[in-house]
């Protein structure tokens, strides 16, 4: 199985979830059996003309699942027809978070936990806008 996590910096399993997962620059992609790491830069972010129209990861990634703080309903959506899971992270380092899902105590996004339904802090949202 394949895990992807937003990150700002790569710093191996101590890297730090970032904050958004629609704007990340790069992801890193763990394999669970391997433990191998595999850094990838977001397509999104690099893509001319209609960025809506265009999936994070290619088919020959094999993700099989992403943990992130927030995200927008679109990445959920796309994701979600690509049959990826989608995780919320509970804690910082990708480490801390791959720990909590072997234990299986990560728990799958709900569409409510989904930062665009509140777009501010004060409101509970992550604060930026989609």
């Known amino acids: 199985m394949k895990i992807a996590f937003p990150v700002k910096e790569n710093n191996g399993l101590e890297s730090i979830v970032d904050e958004h997962f629609g704007v990340a620059q790069t992801f890193l992609i763990v394999d669970l059996e391997t433990r191998k790491l595999e850094l990838k830069d977001n397509r999104k972010l690099l893509a001319e003309g209609s960025k809506c129209k265009i999936g994070v990861f290619k088919k020959k990634d094999q993700v099989d699942a992403v943990v992130t703080r927030c ?6 959506r ?4 690509s049959n990826i899971k989608v995780f919320q992270a509970q804690k910082e380092t990708i480490l801390e978070n791959l720990e909590l899902l072997e234990k299986d105590e990560l728990k799958l996004f709900h569409i409510f936990d989904f930062c665009q339904i509140k777009k501010n802090k004060k409101e509970g949202g992550c604060g930026h806008h989609h």
């Open 71 to 76: 995200m927008g309903d679109g990445s959920q």
């Open 78 to 81: 796309s994701l979600t027809a």
